[in-house]
């Protein structure tokens, strides 16, 4: 690991900054935590984002008065935050206020049962008992073995390079014993008989783009992530978390340059040297970090060298992650029995989990999370106003849904379904209304597929499966982001930020 301390950037003289270049490509969480890293370590770093703010997924839209955060809603590990405060000598909370959630999650069943998801293990057991007593003691099992996965495949192994077979190799009898090689929803119904707790205890895939029926049981960690820390929110959204991070890049002497695509990372001899942006200006570099879509950056970005281990055709014959319908929408009243997060399940799991992720078809179906910050935070709405947005799991692009004309009648079919469970009065209501489809996520975001979580977490897309944070295609260029190790899901973008202190050189070893 390399030594870290806050550098001495070069922000009030008029001296020119003779410290290495880095060049960030895009600004989503996993682009801003390499570009503190990087500044704190002594480079000077650009980075380049194609939109017109930083954020990436966890943009944040201002329409009419209402504040919407598109993308990530929940903080499960506050410390990876903290961490990058704590390196530009500051404090996280000085700046962002995190609230716990309590519930951290509402469930609705079709039935109109509810469980009410949280962190206590005795209120935990009451709600299981009240679907089947005789899940209780499967509960407390359960709990245990996520608590051992937690700890190998996130503590031990998430914020490490998995660039070298022979320490996927080592790692690999711990795996295995873990049992990776079964999927979380076969290791949850070892624990639970009740069909409805079967639901509750492995849908966490799915907010990182899995697929529970054939995601790793790895992801069972999720579950033991949440309690040992908590379930948050960011007190403002998102966009507070994305504004902080920002700061801190200028606090090193960083910029942040938007509207400047990057049309190719610029090589030579095997090196990484710059990128060209689409308007043709050419930037040089000492390091090159993509935090665009790592599939992206291979089918695109690669300019003169042609990938080897991902060309084009091995990027394609990978399996891409869910797309998401992302319904976002101002109500002029507030719907005070709507939590927080809410997840509201239709009549079918297993059947609508195939189809999204196996048939690639739209179904006229669907299980929904409902976003409602301004249960927490009545300030990203007009007084007396809510602000939601509700998503929807779809196929992602290769199942050909024409979103143009499936757009408005899917987004009316969700208002429908929420009219009648847990929002009476919705049309009513309605005041700002838009919508994402897997099409933006492809146009907007660059995402191959238009998948929302990039490649999905199989296990033979795992670790040294994926694309490596340590380029295997040029020297010197980096990924950070959803796409590569150790996978989608903020902390787990953050992590591949962290990895780069043990991979990017030591900024002295460019000093001329
Ligand atoms: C609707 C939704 C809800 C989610 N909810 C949660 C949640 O509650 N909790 C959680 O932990 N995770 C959640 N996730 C997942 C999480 O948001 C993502 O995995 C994570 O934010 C992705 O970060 P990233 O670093 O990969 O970058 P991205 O957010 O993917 O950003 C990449 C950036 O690169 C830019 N870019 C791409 N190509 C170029 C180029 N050529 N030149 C310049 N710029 C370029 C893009 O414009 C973009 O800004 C959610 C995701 C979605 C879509």
Redesign the pocket.
């Known amino acids: 690991m390399n030594d870290i301390s806050p550098s001495a950037p070069n922000t009030n003289n008029t001296d020119p900054d003779t410290r290495p270049h880095a060049v960030v ?7 801003l935590g390499a570009a503190v890293r990087l500044g704190v370590r002594g480079y000077r770093v650009t980075v ?4 017109d703010a ?6 944040v839209h201002h329409r009419d008065g209402y504040t919407f955060d ?7 590990a506050p410390f990876l935050f903290e961490e990058l405060w704590a390196l530009c000598g500051k404090k996280l909370s000085d700046y962002v206020e995190l609230k716990a959630m309590d519930p951290f999650y509402k469930l609705l069943f079709d039935d109109g049962r509810e469980f009410s998801y949280n962190g206590d293990p005795d209120d935990m057991r009451r709600e299981v008992a009240k679907f089947n007593p005789g899940d209780v003691d499967g509960f407390d099992r359960f709990q245990k073995v996520s608590a051992k996965i937690y700890q190998v495949a996130f503590h031990e192994l998430a914020a490490v390079p998995f660039h070298s077979l022979m320490f996927t190799l080592k790692s690999a009898p711990d795996l295995i014993k873990l049992g990776g090689y079964r999927t979380v929803y076969n290791t949850v119904c070892d624990y639970f008989k009740d069909p409805a707790l079967r639901v509750v205890f492995s849908f966490h895939p799915l ?3 899995g697929n529970p029926l054939t995601t790793t049981a790895y992801y069972c960690l999720i579950a033991h992530l949440e309690r040992k820390y908590g379930v948050h929110y960011a007190m403002g959204g998102m966009g507070a978390l994305v504004d902080g991070l920002v700061d801190l890049i200028a606090g090193t002497g960083g910029q942040i340059r938007y509207d ?4 190719k990372i610029t090589s030579a001899n095997g090196r990484a040297t710059g990128v060209t942006l689409l308007n043709g200006e050419e930037l040089a570099a000492d390091v090159v970090v993509s ?3 790592a599939s ?1 950056t291979y089918k695109h ?1 690669m300019g003169d060298h042609k990938p080897k281990r991902w060309s084009p055709a091995k990027v394609d014959n990978k399996r891409f992650s869910m797309g ?1 319908f ?1 319904w976002y929408f101002g109500t002029d009243k507030r719907f005070e029995d709507v939590y927080h997060h809410m997840i509201l399940l239709g009549p079918r799991y297993e059947g609508l989990l195939k189809d999204i992720f196996k048939h690639k078809k739209l179904s006229a179906d669907f299980s929904l999370y409902l976003h409602r910050p301004t249960a927490s935070d009545p300030a990203l709405a007009p007084e007396g106003h809510d602000s939601f ?1 509700v ?1 929807s799991p779809v196929p992602h692009l290769g199942g050909g849904v024409d979103w143009d004309a499936e757009g408005e009648r899917y987004r009316q079919a969700i208002q429908d379904r929420l009219e009648e469970t847990v929002m009476l009065g919705l049309g009513d209501a309605l005041t700002t209304s838009f919508f994402t489809t897997p099409k933006e ?1 492809e146009s ?4 191959v597929n238009g998948a ?3 490649l999905e977490p199989q296990l033979f897309q795992s670790a040294w499966f994926r694309p490596h944070n340590k380029s295997e295609e040029l020297e010197n260029l980096f990924l ?4 590569t190790h150790p996978g ?6 953050l992590s ?1 930020a962290k990895i780069l202190d043990d991979i990017a050189p030591d900024p002295a070893h460019f000093k001329k």
Do not use: K
Not at 25 to 31: E, K, L, N, R
């Open positions: 490509i895009g600004s989503g969480f996993g682009g380049l984002e194609r939109l930083p954020g990436g997924r966890a943009y598109a993308g990530p809603t929940i903080v499960t907010l990182i783009g400047a695509e990057v049309a935090n665009a879509d992206w970005l998401l992302v947005y998503l996520f907007r975001l660059l995402s929302a979580f990039a950070v982001g959803a796409g989608a899901g903020v902390p787990g973008v591949s």
